[in-house]
């Protein structure tokens, strides 16, 4: 096994370092010829769509936590573990480690549970993972590692690398479990495709707008005398008049991927808040195999070729909020809570618009979903010591009291109970003026760590909070009519065999559709070259892929 192990992470490893020289040559499969028995079904999807809600038959319910906490804290004869998760950017302008946050010395003190911190290097966070999960010296507890391993937490669990956690959820994280047999769908789709639960998830059981949107720089829009943007006529209307009145300055910040998701729903080919998968009426369908994605690929060539991408986006240092707000780009889609408070800061206007379309009637289905499994799981090693000490450390953020700590920070400094039992910020770090606004969730509370209960980001950051035009910026697109998240899916489990071939399927088809992505958009790679890029994709197992996440679709349908 630890062969097998090795093996397989190396080969991840090489995906990640090197492009792959392929030959174009092939059987061309597109999305149209494949799907032939299944058109009238996404046709169907695709002119009336049924909402993810109820396709799935889920009801939104909201859990309230027990009256008093199922495990007893601080946790008697205490212990201690360790913990890889990546120190955030913001975070490591104040802390070395996260031993040194209130946030966290304060977890430690109420649980009675010591915890020794991995960080990986910035930027080497999955080689560093891979490096020590090959040597056998993974922490005892992963943040993310789903991300990190080949096939996910269940081909981690099937080689050996992390444990399962079936037996001993309900003994050691109760609180957390609690919340398994209260809501149906945290359930499902916080477990495997057979039951088994091998990582711990978020919960979070409210909705919210998406944080991401198109914005621009609302002060030179009105200089212009234009109206906020809606079709991409409109905005190449705007990215003119930037390119003849803007010196030095780029109309558009494109993710340095090249793939925007927010464009990319106005095509139908994934992206928005949906992801590279989406499903129409049941129909999994995939971002590379859509004709809508040639579509986006030419207009993002045509935007490159007439000036208007910035020539540095895919290797640029600056965060397209960054790019925004400083006045290297006139527009990006990104943060709306980064742009609003950076622009606040710099003293500069900035403005969202909705999702794009190619004409202005048109209906976009590819809104964001909040499904109360929210990212960010914990695994565990498979052999650790300490997993007694781990689990109850993590189940804390699930009680009501270390919820707050979780999302608010330190008690009676930075946040109280309200009455109602639902954590308020504490008017001290509302005014403060010492920590920039931007900064102020890596500092005096954690933005990201390890998975807890969420609560929704209008009462559990300190910006949308403090300065409550912060969530109007974010929000002001939020009730549009003509957007839904008709085509969103959850996130699927997998057998030990899907997963693996997932892992390596998936390595071998991004590192080739990304690399072939840029090479399109600045012309490296005519446009004319497209059938033969759909043609490797097909070589390379995408119908393959398809189908694996259509049996998994299935499959949770009836869970």
Avoid at 449 to 461: F, L, T
Wanted: aromatic letters at 14%; a negative charge; proline letters at 5%.
């Amino acid at each position: 096994m630890k062969r097998h192990l090795t093996v397989k992470i190396l080969a991840l490893l090489m995906a990640l370092l090197f492009s792959v020289v392929l030959d174009p040559a092939g059987i061309r499969v597109r999305a149209e010829e494949t799907k032939a028995d299944e058109t009238e079904a996404v046709t169907d999807g695709t002119e009336d769509p049924t909402h993810i809600a109820e396709f799935i038959g889920f009801e939104a319910i909201t859990v309230d936590f027990p009256e008093e906490p199922l495990l007893e804290y601080p946790v008697a004869d205490g212990g201690s573990f360790s913990l890889f998760i990546p120190l955030a950017g913001v975070a490591s302008k104040y802390y070395t480690s996260l031993s040194e946050s209130p946030t966290v010395i304060e977890w430690i003190e109420d649980t009675g549970i010591t915890v020794e911190f991995v960080h990986p290097p910035a930027g080497q966070t999955t080689e560093n993972f891979t490096l020590l999960a090959t040597t056998g010296d993974l922490p005892d507890a992963i943040v993310n590692g789903n991300s990190y391993y080949p096939g996910g937490d269940v081909a981690a669990v099937n080689d050996g690398v992390f444990m399962d956690l079936t037996d001993l959820v309900e003994d050691y994280m109760p609180d957390y479990y609690y919340f398994m047999e209260n809501n149906d769908l945290f359930r499902k789709m916080a477990t495997t495709a057979d039951g088994m639960v091998y990582s711990i998830y978020n919960y979070k059981d409210v909705q919210a707008p998406y944080y991401m949107r198109p914005q621009f720089r609302s002060d030179w829009l009105e200089e212009a005398d234009l109206e906020v943007p809606r079709t991409y006529d409109d905005w190449e209307d705007y990215f003119d008049w930037v390119l003849e009145n803007q010196e030095d300055v780029a109309p558009f910040m494109l993710h340095p991927s090249g793939i925007e998701n927010l464009f990319l729903g106005s095509f139908e080919a994934g992206g928005g808040g949906v992801g590279r998968f989406f499903q129409t009426n049941g129909v999994i369908r995939y971002m590379f195999n859509e004709p809508g994605f040639e579509d986006y690929l030419s207009m993002m060539n045509d935007w490159w070729n007439k000036g208007y991408i910035h020539p540095d986006f895919a290797t640029t240092d600056l965060s397209r909020e960054e790019a925004l707000t400083n006045g290297v780009a006139a527009a990006a889609c990104s943060n709306t809570d980064g742009v609003f408070t950076l622009a606040k800061e710099l003293d500069v206007e900035t403005g969202t618009a909705p999702y794009p379309r190619v004409d202005e009637d048109d209906e976009y289905h590819m809104d964001i979903f909040y499904f109360p499994q929210n990212g960010t799981p914990t695994s565990f090693k498979a052999d650790s010591d300490n997993i007694e000490a781990a689990m109850k450390f993590i189940n804390y953020g699930y009680t009501r009291h270390g919820s707050g700590v979780a999302n608010f920070g330190v008690f009676d400094e930075t946040w109280t109970m309200s009455d109602e039992g639902i954590p308020e910020f504490t008017e001290e770090v509302l005014t403060q003026t010492e920590i920039p606004m931007s900064d102020v969730e890596y500092v005096f509370r954690l933005h990201t760590m390890w998975s807890k209960y969420r609560y929704g980001d209008d009462i559990s950051m300190i910006r949308n909070v403090a300065e409550t035009e912060t969530w109007d910026y974010r929000a002001r697109w939020g009730d549009d009519p003509t957007s839904d998240n008709a085509y969103a899916i959850p996130t699927l489990s997998f057998t030990p065999e899907a997963a693996e071939e997932i892992g390596e399927l998936t390595a071998d088809i991004n590192t080739y559709a990304e690399e072939m992505v840029l090479r399109f958009i600045t012309g490296d790679a005519p446009m004319s070259d497209y059938d033969g890029f759909v043609d490797r994709l097909n070589e390379l197992g995408m119908q393959r892929l398809i189908e694996l996440y259509q049996e998994a679709f299935d499959a949770f349908l009836v869970k």
